[in-house]
Structures are given as structure tokens and as C-alpha cells.
């Protein structure tokens, strides 16, 4: 259900933020506020994501398609968050297509028709682009060798989850399951806020090709994005 747009509430103390809508989503409550200049997603009482950066979010589609043998490529972004991986995306020359996995319908509201249109200025509308809504293990399940590059950023990270049941795309059967839905030559892209020995381990277990690229963060410890290539 959703809350009125432009009410002034103030999150737990924080008087510097102002709460513009507060929904219950498909995770748990959904909040979008607005400090300064910056907008923030908050998901069940978990940062998800804000305006103020968004260059490892470009990153992660830039060397995932970059990786990729394909030209066009289809190019999968899960989820969409505030659109910074999207807009990247469609700024490559190389992506024909660009299917979004969003499981939250109201971040995709957000970008039709609310504050987040500010940033992705229609982006979600483009012809290039089809967002599914839903669960994006669901997509990857139905779309086998359908993507060229697949740019996964649902959570924090592999070990920082937004949702305890998207541990399942982290896991060996995870990646297996992203490794069907790429076609031969294709790469996927994983992004955190920070590194993972357990999870680059077993992402080397499933892909012979892995990098790891690190972006400095004034939080301290690096955003880190992995790019797996399938073979051709
Ligand atoms: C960290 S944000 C993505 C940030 C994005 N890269 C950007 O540039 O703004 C995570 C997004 O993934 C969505 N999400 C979380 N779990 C998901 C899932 N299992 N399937 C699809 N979307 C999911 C969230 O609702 C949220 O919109």
C-alpha cells in the first residue's frame, strides 16, 4: 500500500532525511527518502542504495558487456535500484537489448512516474528495454543461453544480503544457474560492497575467467565487481 508523496516525516531521528514515500513492498517495507541532493532506497530497514556515486554500478555493465563476445548483446541488470547500472547500459554501443529484473514493482514506479525519474529521465520506457517484475533466480530459470551479459546487483553483496532468500544466487547452484543463462562467450557481472574469498572461490569453481575490479569508496573498504566469462 502506498504512502502519500511529499510528506515531510523524519526516519528514526535521522533529521536530515525526508521520507517521500513508504510502501510495504515484496521484501518487507520500502522507503524512498530524499537528503539534499541525494535519494535513498531503503529496503526492510536495509540501505539499499542512493544517488551519490553510482560509478562501480556503471562499472559492473561496462566490463560485464565489455567481457562479452557479443555484439549486440543482450544484456540482463538485476534489479534496477536507482538506474545508475541501466543508464550505463544504454550508453554502450555494443547493447541492443536490455531486459531489467526488478522484484520490487514500486522502485519501477518510482521511475515512471516518481522522484526517480529525475535521474533515469525515462530510461525504463526506452525501446531497447523491458523490465520483467519478479524474482531474477525465476528469470535466469527461463532464460537459458538468453543473455550475452548478466549484471547481477540485488544486494550489498554475497555476504551482505538485502533479502536472506537471495543467498540462493551466491551459492554454487547460483552460479550454475546464471552460468545456463548466458550464451556461449558470455559474461556475468557481480557486484558488492566489499570482497568475498568465499564467494570469488566459488565463482572460480563455476567459470574458468574471473576478474575482480575494485573501485576506492570513501566507506573504506572497496566496492568490488567480479566478471566471469563463459567459454565461446
Ligand atoms: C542495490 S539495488 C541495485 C542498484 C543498481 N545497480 C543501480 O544502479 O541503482 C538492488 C535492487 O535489486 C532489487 N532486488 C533485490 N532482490 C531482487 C531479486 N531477487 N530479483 C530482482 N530484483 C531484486 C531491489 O529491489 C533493488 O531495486
Same mark, same amino acid.
Given at each position: 500500500?502506498?504512502?502519500? /508523496?511529499?510528506? &515531510?516525516?523524519?526516519?528514526?531521528? +535521522?533529521? =536530515?532525511?525526508?521520507? @517521500?514515500?513508504?510502501?510495504?513492498?515484496?521484501?518487507?517495507?520500502?522507503?524512498?527518502?530524499?537528503?539534499? +541532493?541525494?535519494?535513498?532506497?531503503?529496503? +526492510?530497514?536495509?540501505?539499499?542504495?542512493?544517488?551519490?556515486?553510482?560509478?562501480?554500478?556503471? @562499472?559492473?555493465?561496462?566490463?560485464?558487456?565489455?567481457?562479452? &563476445?557479443?555484439?549486440?548483446?543482450?544484456?540482463?541488470?538485476?534489479?534496477?535500484?536507482?538506474?545508475?547500472?541501466?543508464?550505463?547500459? *544504454?550508453?554502450? $554501443?555494443?547493447?541492443?537489448?536490455?531486459?531489467?529484473?526488478?522484484?520490487? $514493482?514500486?522502485?519501477?514506479?518510482?521511475?515512471?512516474?516518481?522522484?526517480?525519474?529525475?535521474?533515469?529521465?525515462?530510461?525504463?520506457?526506452?525501446?531497447?528495454?523491458?523490465?520483467? *517484475?519478479?524474482?531474477?533466480?525465476?528469470? @535466469?530459470?527461463?532464460?537459458?543461453?538468453?543473455?550475452?551479459?548478466?549484471?547481477?546487483?540485488?544486494?550489498?553483496?554475497?555476504?551482505?544480503?538485502?533479502? =536472506?532468500?537471495?543467498?540462493?544466487?551466491? +551459492?554454487?547452484?547460483?552460479?550454475?544457474?546464471?552460468?545456463?543463462? *548466458?550464451?556461449?562467450?558470455?559474461? /556475468?557481472?557481480?557486484?558488492?560492497?566489499?570482497?568475498?574469498?568465499?564467494?570469488?572461490?566459488?565463482?572460480?569453481?563455476?567459470?574458468?575467467?574471473?576478474?575482480?575490479?575494485?573501485?576506492?569508496?570513501?566507506?573504506?573498504? $572497496?566496492?568490488?565487481?567480479?566478471?566471469?566469462?563463459?567459454?565461446?
Amino acid at each position: 500500500m502506498a504512502g502519500a /508523496l511529499g510528506t &515531510a516525516a523524519v526516519e528514526n531521528g +535521522d533529521v =536530515s532525511a525526508e521520507v @517521500l514515500q513508504r510502501v510495504r513492498g515484496v521484501a518487507g517495507e520500502l522507503v524512498l527518502r530524499r537528503e539534499g +541532493d541525494v535519494l535513498q532506497v531503503i529496503s +526492510d530497514g536495509v540501505f539499499l542504495m542512493d544517488t551519490r556515486d553510482g560509478r562501480s554500478e556503471r @562499472l559492473l555493465v561496462r566490463e560485464t558487456v565489455a567481457a562479452s &563476445a557479443a555484439a549486440p548483446a543482450r544484456v540482463l541488470v538485476g534489479g534496477l535500484g536507482v538506474g545508475f547500472s541501466l543508464l550505463e547500459a *544504454l550508453s554502450l $554501443p555494443d547493447v541492443g537489448e536490455v531486459v531489467v529484473s526488478e522484484l520490487e $514493482p514500486q522502485v519501477v514506479r518510482w521511475h515512471t512516474d516518481g522522484p526517480l525519474r529525475e535521474i533515469t529521465r525515462g530510461a525504463v520506457e526506452d525501446a531497447r528495454v523491458r523490465v520483467v *517484475l519478479g524474482d531474477v533466480r525465476d528469470l @535466469l530459470a527461463a532464460s537459458a543461453g538468453g543473455f550475452d551479459a548478466i549484471c547481477l546487483d540485488t544486494d550489498n553483496g554475497p555476504d551482505w544480503l538485502v533479502r =536472506s532468500t537471495n543467498s540462493a544466487l551466491y +551459492d554454487a547452484d547460483g552460479i550454475a544457474l546464471a552460468a545456463r543463462a *548466458l550464451a556461449p562467450g558470455g559474461a /556475468l557481472g557481480v557486484w558488492s560492497a566489499g570482497r568475498s574469498a568465499a564467494y570469488e572461490q566459488r565463482l572460480r569453481a563455476g567459470f574458468a575467467t574471473v576478474a575482480r575490479h575494485e573501485t576506492e569508496v570513501a566507506r573504506g573498504e $572497496p566496492d568490488v565487481v567480479w566478471v566471469a566469462r563463459s567459454p565461446r
